[in-house]
């Protein structure tokens, strides 16, 4: 079964600076997506970014990156020039393929606190 | 606009009474999709639905239903056999088929039974 696992339940970061979100799955696939959601505290999900597998290029979107690592299952988020709005909960996800539809796994979230 | 809605935003049900989530979009999508979410957990997935008529339980499906009579709506019944109903619940849904499509999240309801 396909799981997904964020090692950080916290993470903080300084206005302006980087961070790093870890993420590892665990899939006997060869090809399948990868997607990182943000969750603020109104709880709205909202999609930060994504990565099909087949892809050796990072995904990047404007101030988020990925650091994909295909071989060690490893997902990891950069976030650069942190911004107050920035602080929410982070979910990494990986898309699973069914008979009659797909899903998506999340991990249990990383709470990402940002400091002025 | 387009996206999803989901009513009420809280909702309030005493142990025994069945509830239902409503979950409409008017984005096209055809697939729809129910989640769980628990402190501490990601989110789970309940039932989802590929088509109008037709849908597939999820992994944690015992003690809910639900129904795809219409393109645009997709409810959730939260039985009396739940044993633990109490979470904040999410709709989503997407366009079917194979590439990279992201899932588009409704705003959620939380649910509180006692």
């Known amino acids: 079964a396909q799981t997904v696992t964020q090692s950080q339940p916290e993470m903080s970061v300084q206005e302006a600076e980087t961070v790093t979100l870890s993420c590892t799955y665990d899939t006997s696939e060869s090809d399948y997506y990868l997607f990182w959601y943000k969750q603020p505290p109104s709880r709205q999900m909202i999609l930060v970014i994504r990565?099909?597998?087949?892809?050796?290029q990072n995904a990047t979107e404007n101030r988020f990156s990925v650091n994909f690592q295909k071989a060690a299952k490893s997902f990891s988020l950069k976030i650069s020039d942190s911004q107050l709005g920035d602080a929410a909960m982070y979910f990494c996800?990986?898309?699973?393929?069914?008979?009659?539809?797909?899903?998506?796994?999340f991990g249990a979230g990383t709470i990402l606190r940002v400091k002025s | 606009d387009g996206g999803i809605t989901q009513s009420p935003k809280y909702l309030f049900r005493k142990e025994g009474q069945n509830v239902t989530l409503s979950c409409e979009q008017n984005?096209?999508?055809?697939?729809m999709y129910w989640y769980r979410q628990d402190p501490g957990q990601g989110l789970r997935l309940i039932y989802y639905?590929?088509?109008?008529?037709?849908?597939q339980k999820g992994d944690i499906a015992e003690g809910y239903s639900v129904s795809r009579e219409k393109k645009e709506s997709f409810p959730l019944t939260v039985t009396s056999a739940q044993k633990n109903p109490t979470a904040f619940y999410l709709c989503a849904s997407s366009i079917f088929g194979q590439g990279s499509y992201e899932q588009y999240f409704g705003p959620g309801t939380r649910l509180t039974v006692t």
């Open positions: 639905s590929q088509i109008v008529n037709d849908f």
């Open positions: 984005l096209n999508h055809d697939a």
């Open positions: 996800a990986y898309r699973v393929d069914m008979e009659y539809g797909n899903k998506l796994v």
């Open positions: 990565q099909e597998a087949y892809k050796q």
